[in-house]
């Protein structure tokens, strides 16, 4: 069983910056792709950046030119460092990772981190 453990979290004031790291560990798999996702009170879950292998990060226009995502394949861990951060950030946000997962063969599976909560103070 694949775990994505996150960490980075925090309070910031508007204008500062963050970074979160997510590392997968447990069992044998291959990264298809690694990305955060957010949910802010009262709004639904939204896909934030994307870094598929083998790719350049992909982004929410909302964070374009302010995140960036990157990912360190030999420690299957992904980073969102988040600059220029802004008080309409504020959110919990999620690590998930699309990957084969072996378990007698291999098998297309998605796993969630449990959150990690980013609060930016105006």
């Known amino acids: 069983q694949v775990q994505l453990v996150e960490s980075g979290g925090g309070l910031v004031q508007a204008g500062g910056s963050l970074r979160l790291s997510c590392a997968a560990s447990?069992?044998?798999?291959?990264?298809?792709?690694m990305n955060w996702y957010r949910q802010a009170p009262g709004k639904e879950r939204e896909l934030v950046a994307s870094?598929?292998?083998?790719?350049?990060?992909n982004y929410a226009d909302s964070v374009k030119g302010r995140f960036t995502i990157s990912r360190d394949n030999a420690r299957s861990t992904v980073y969102l460092q988040m600059n220029s951060l802004k008080p309409e950030d504020t959110a919990v946000y999620y690590c998930?990772?699309?990957?084969?997962?072996?378990?007698?063969?291999?098998?297309?599976?998605?796993?969630w981190g449990k959150g990690t909560l980013v609060t930016v103070s105006s």
């Open positions: 870094i598929p292998t083998g790719s350049s990060g």
């Open positions: 447990g069992g044998s798999f291959r990264i298809n792709s």
């Open positions: 998930n990772a699309d990957l084969l997962e072996f378990s007698g063969r291999w098998s297309s599976r998605t796993y």
